[in-house]
């Protein structure tokens, strides 16, 4: 069993950064691949970023490229989201999630975290 926490979100003006962190209790943490999610109110989930394992694979959406950076680190159990020159429409429930298997295999979540709330002001 996993459980993830996620940490850090806030209220932020617009071209400022917040750091998300995704603390995740258990002994396996190393053996999923994590990723980040947003939801903004009256609009689906979105994925924003993911990393395998180890780290060495990684992935963003196209709208946080250049701006967004995935982390890890399995000593400590935590996935981080570094979110930089935030823009009004960065504004979301941030969320991450736990799978097994492929990074490439999207099919099913093991974990999911109960999210955290982002707010950027213009």
């Known amino acids: 069993q996993v459980q993830l926490v996620e940490s850090g979100g806030g209220l932020v003006q617009a071209g400022g950064s917040l750091r998300l962190s995704c603390a995740a209790s258990?002994?396996?943490?190393?053996?999923?691949?994590m990723d980040w999610f947003r939801q903004a109110p009256g609009k689906e989930r979105e994925v924003v970023a993911r990393?395998?394992?180890?780290?060495?694979?990684?992935y963003y959406e196209d709208s946080v490229k250049g701006r967004f950076t995935i982390s890890r680190d399995n000593a400590k159990n935590t996935v981080y989201l570094q979110m930089n020159s935030l823009k009004p429409e960065d504004t979301a429930v941030y969320s991450c999630?736990?799978?097994?298997?492929?990074?490439?295999?999207?099919?099913?979540?093991?974990?999911w975290g109960q999210g955290t709330q982002v707010t950027v002001s213009s």
């Open positions: 990393i395998n394992w180890s780290g060495s694979s990684i």
């Open positions: 999630a736990a799978r097994r298997g492929s990074f490439s295999d999207y099919s099913r979540y093991d974990y």
């Open positions: 258990g002994r396996t943490f190393s053996m999923y691949n």
